[in-house]
C-alpha cells in the first residue's frame, strides 16, 4: 500500500500559484496518482489524476517526475474559492475501487 | 439527477438508537462507495457495490454496521445499536465503471450523524 505524505497545510494570495507537493515513495508500477478537492460541509471532488510526466486539464496540473515518487499539484491563479482541503491518493493496485485518503493539505487562500 | 443526494443531511441519535442512511446515487451508475469521515480527517472506505452486489464490505467497522443496495441504484447504510464513536460524517459516492481502475468518483454532500 502506497502511504502518502503532503504538508499539512498552505497559505496563499489570490492570484498566486499554488503548488502542493506530495510523496508516496513506495508506489506501485501499475498505481495512478489522483486528487481530489474538499470543501465544508461538502463530499470530495475529483480534480485530475496521471500516471507520469505532466498532465493538464482546466482545473490544475499535475507533475510526475520519472521516478514517480513524488507529485505535485498546481494551481494557476488561485481565488478566494480554491480554500478547501486537497487530498493525494495512490490507488490500490488490487482494489483501485478503495480510494485511501491521507489528512489532506489545507489550503487557506486570503485576499 | 444531477449529482448523488443523500439523507438526510443531519441526523441526531441517542446512545442505543438504529438509524438509517440513504444515498441516490447517480442515475446509471454502477458502483456505488459508503465513507466515513471524522472531524479533521480524511474520508476512510467501508464498502463497495457493484450493481447490487456489495463486493467489498471490508470497511465496516463493526458487525453493527450494515449497507445495501437491494436493486442496484438506491442504497442504504444502516447503523444498529448507535455507540457516540460512531459520530463522523458519512459520505456516499458512485462511480459509472466497474471496480476496476475507479478513481473518478462522484461524493454526495454527506449525512452529519451526532451520537448523543
Known amino acids: 500500500l502506497a502511504k502518502t505524505t503532503q504538508p499539512i497545510s498552505m497559505d496563499s494570495y489570490e492570484g498566486q500559484e499554488v503548488n502542493i507537493t506530495c510523496s508516496h515513495n513506495?508506489?506501485?508500477?501499475?498505481?495512478?496518482i489522483t486528487w481530489y478537492q474538499q470543501f465544508p460541509s461538502q463530499g470530495p471532488r475529483f480534480i485530475i489524476q496521471?500516471?507520469?510526466t505532466k498532465v493538464t486539464n482546466e482545473v490544475a496540473s499535475l507533475f510526475i517526475p520519472a521516478d514517480r515518487k513524488s507529485s505535485t499539484l498546481s494551481l494557476p491563479r488561485v481565488s478566494l474559492s480554491d480554500t478547501a482541503v486537497y487530498y493525494c491518493?495512490?490507488?490500490?493496485?488490487?482494489?483501485?475501487?478503495?480510494?485511501?485518503f491521507g489528512s489532506g493539505t489545507r489550503l487557506l487562500v486570503r485576499p | 439527477g444531477a449529482g448523488v443526494s443523500q439523507s438526510p443531511r443531519y441526523k441526531v441519535a441517542k446512545r442505543g438508537q438504529d438509524v438509517a442512511l440513504r444515498c441516490d446515487p447517480i442515475?446509471?451508475?454502477?458502483?456505488l462507495f459508503w465513507y466515513q469521515q471524522a472531524l479533521g480527517q480524511g474520508p476512510e472506505f467501508l464498502t463497495y457495490?457493484?450493481?447490487?452486489?456489495?463486493?467489498?464490505k471490508s470497511g465496516l467497522p463493526s458487525d453493527r454496521f450494515f449497507a445495501e443496495r437491494p436493486e442496484g441504484s438506491v442504497s442504504t447504510l444502516k447503523i444498529q445499536r448507535t455507540q457516540q464513536e460512531d459520530s463522523a460524517v458519512y459520505l456516499c459516492?458512485?462511480?459509472?465503471?466497474?471496480?476496476?481502475?475507479?478513481?473518478?468518483?462522484?461524493f454526495g454532500p454527506g449525512t452529519r450523524l451526532t451520537v448523543t
Open positions: 459516492a458512485s462511480s459509472p465503471g466497474d471496480f476496476l481502475l475507479i478513481y473518478e468518483q462522484y
Open positions: 457495490f457493484q450493481n447490487e452486489a456489495q463486493l467489498d
Open positions: 442515475s446509471g451508475h454502477v458502483s
Open positions: 491518493l495512490v490507488a490500490q493496485q488490487d482494489s483501485s475501487y478503495k480510494l485511501i
Open positions: 496521471g500516471y507520469k
Open positions: 513506495n508506489i506501485a508500477t501499475n498505481d495512478y
